[in-house]
Structures are given as C-alpha cells and as structure tokens.
C-alpha cells in the first residue's frame, strides 16, 4: 500500500518499534485484539480477519491439529458425495474407489492414496435404520410390527448420532401424541438406549405382540406390583397402567424425521 511503519503506527495508535517486532515475529504473542481492530481499519482489511487469525494463533497445538484432522475429514466427505452422485455406490464399489475414500475420511488413507502415518480411528457412519410400518388404513393400533429387528424394509431413513445396529423406526398413527409428535412423523428408537422414566417408548406387549407408543413412567401398585403407565401426551386420551409382566419391551425414541410444513 506504500505505506511507512511510522504512518501505519501513526493510524494504529502504536510505537513504529513495536510494528517492527511483530512484522519479524519477534514476539511470542499476537498483539491485543483493540490493536489488531485498528490494523484492520489501517490496512483495509475485513474486519475481525486479524483478530480471529490471532485467535488461532494463539490457540493450544492440540486444538488447531483437532481442527485441521476436522477440516481434512469434512473435504473427503464432500469428495465420496460427490463421487456416489456422479457414478454410484456399486460402480465404486467394484472399482475400489469407495474403500480408498472411506479410509482418507477415517484417516486411515491420505489424499494421495498413501496410508497416513498417524491413524485415527475411524469415524462412525450413521446407520440405515429401517421402517417397520406404513401408514394404511384398518392398521389396529399406532404402530404395526413388521416383525422387529426388521433387516429388510420398504424404506430406510438416517438419523445423524445414531449408530445402534438395532435401531428401527415406525410412522406416528393418531394423535394420542400430538402435539410433540404428529401424523406421519417417522420416530427412530434404540434398543441400546436406557429407558427412564418420562422416555417416550416404543412399547411391546406380551399379547399377541401389540404395539404402541407412549410416555412410560414406572410406579409400583397398592399391593407392590411393578406397574407401567402409559402416558399419551394429548390430554384428550387417558393412561394405561400395566403390569410390567405384560410388557416384553420398551425402546426409547432418540431421533424424529419430520418433513418441513
């Protein structure tokens, strides 16, 4: 910009010696952030780009290597969608191409295709949960059990954070639910979940394998019996209280798909 040190020290309310250490990185620390906003203005620079170059500066080598491995790891996903979309997964697949991109997102594979000296683990992939009803009508309760743990379904959806192999979903029939839940909203449960009271629960019963879903609360009876209360959260629609006897298992909800409107 031809300018001077003594003019820019002039601008930024600074000494022309202290410019001069930080311009040779003969400091330890970057200047003050107030400094660095003047610098900015100086120099015509964006502003908060100094301040937040100096921030990462001055940030732990554990943190900015964390990022880095982040940043590194979120290029080579981008690169396999890009992939899957131009040519798909079986022609990947075959060609060897999907494991060598697999392995630079889980660090085991560099850019180049060289194994990385430094391997991390791998980054778990969301699993496909299946979708073990439809809404149709004459269906007898919320859900229909396709025959749970279903590993082949008509639909799939993917719930980022959920990696329970187990986990399976089912269409909210009905509005004993609403209004956290309502009418066609896809819930994922996970087996692997602990179910506490207050949790929303897939709920499985002895009898003839009847389904529903509903807020379980654990009590105990006048005479000391374990009993389970199924709450529906529309006040519209009365609990049920069970003996746990009755109930052969309660899955927790962890995700919901919904579509948007």
Same mark, same amino acid.
């Given at each position: 910009?031809?300018?001077?040190?003594? &003019?820019?020290?002039?601008?930024?309310?600074?000494?022309?010696?202290?410019?001069?250490? +930080?311009?040779?990185?003969?400091? /330890?620390?970057?200047?003050?952030? !107030?400094?660095?906003?003047?610098?900015?203005?100086?120099?015509?620079?964006? $502003?908060?780009?100094? %301040?937040?170059?100096?921030?990462? @500066?001055?940030? !732990?080598?554990?943190?900015? @290597?964390?990022?880095? =491995?982040?940043?590194?790891?979120?290029?080579?996903? /981008?690169?396999?969608?890009?992939?899957?979309?131009?040519?798909?997964?079986?022609?990947?697949?075959?060609?060897?191409?999907?494991?060598?991109?697999?392995?630079?997102?889980?660090?085991?594979?560099?850019?180049?295709? &060289?194994?990385?000296?430094? %391997?991390?683990? $791998?980054?778990?992939?969301?699993?496909?949960?299946? %979708?073990?009803?439809?809404?149709?009508?004459?269906? !007898?309760?919320?859900?229909? =059990?396709?025959?749970? $743990?279903?590993?082949?379904?008509?639909?799939?959806?993917?719930?980022?954070?959920?990696?329970?192999?187990?986990?399976?979903?089912?269409?909210?029939?009905? /509005?004993?639910?609403?209004? @956290?839940?309502?009418?066609?909203? +896809?819930?994922?449960?996970?087996?692997?979940?602990?179910?506490? $009271?207050?949790?929303?629960?897939?709920?499985?019963?002895?009898? /003839?394998?009847?389904? @529903?879903? &509903?807020?379980?609360?654990?009590?105990?009876?006048?005479?000391?019996?374990?009993? +389970?209360?199924?709450?529906?959260?529309?006040?519209?629609? !009365?609990?049920?209280?069970?003996?746990?006897?009755?109930?052969?298992?309660?899955?927790?909800?962890?995700? %919901?798909?919904?579509?948007?409107?």
């Amino acid at each position: 910009m031809g300018m001077t040190l003594e &003019k820019l020290a002039t601008l930024a309310e600074c000494t022309k010696g202290y410019l001069s250490q +930080i311009e040779n990185d003969r400091r /330890d620390h970057p200047p003050s952030e !107030p400094l660095l906003a003047r610098l900015e203005c100086a120099l015509m620079l964006t $502003p908060g780009s100094l %301040v937040e170059l100096a921030r990462w @500066t001055s940030a !732990p080598g554990s943190i900015r @290597t964390t990022v880095s =491995d982040l940043q590194r790891k979120s290029r080579a996903v /981008d690169a396999l969608a890009a992939r899957l979309r131009e040519r798909g997964v079986d022609e990947l697949h075959k060609s060897g191409e999907l494991e060598s991109l697999i392995g630079r997102i889980s660090g085991h594979v560099g850019a180049g295709g &060289k194994r990385s000296a430094s %391997v991390s683990a $791998p980054i778990p992939l969301p699993v496909q949960v299946p %979708v073990i009803n439809s809404v149709q009508a004459g269906y !007898p309760s919320e859900f229909t =059990d396709l025959g749970y $743990p279903a590993r082949v379904a008509d639909s799939y959806v993917s719930a980022p954070d959920v990696m329970d192999p187990d986990a399976f979903a089912a269409r909210v029939v009905g /509005d004993s639910m609403s209004p @956290t839940y309502r009418e066609g909203d +896809i819930v994922v449960f996970s087996p692997e979940r602990d179910t506490k $009271p207050g949790s929303d629960c897939f709920v499985r019963f002895e009898r /003839d394998g009847e389904t @529903t879903f &509903k807020r379980v609360y654990f009590e105990t009876g006048s005479g000391g019996e374990e009993l +389970i209360r199924l709450q529906p959260l529309n006040s519209a629609y !009365p609990p049920q209280e069970v003996g746990r006897e009755e109930v052969a298992g309660l899955y927790t909800a962890v995700f %919901v798909v919904r579509a948007v409107g």
